[in-house]
């Protein structure tokens, strides 16, 4: 009789086990992937020309000011690693020469880059 019972129940348990192991094509992205911008992703889109647009259409919270320190500046904008200017810079960057569009949280980014990055980074790699 108890074998009854626990060979179900065995088995109910391992279905749920695999039914949440992931892999579903409806799946959540991976963590941080909210954060970056594929250039496969560019691709798709129609009317696109600059990695602003791209930005605007896909992630527009990175264009967005997160803090309100008194004095701090906008989001900076980085390009293959060099510190080129605020998010205008953006519309000088051709969406088919963009490989990678990353944006990174103050905190990161004055670990990364130093401090006077209240706004955070927006990372751009061309091809």
Known sequence: M?????????MLVIAAGCASAGGSANA???RG????ITAREIQQLTGVSTAYDAVQRLRPQFLNA????????GVVVYVNGMQRGGVSILRQVAANEVKEIRYISARDATTKYGSGLTQGVIEVTTR
């Open 28 to 30: 959540a992205p991976r």
């Open 33 to 36: 992937a909210a954060n970056v």
């Open 2 to 10: 108890r074998n009854r019972l626990v060979v179900p129940l065995f």
């Open 66 to 73: 997160r803090s309100t320190v008194l004095g701090s500046g």
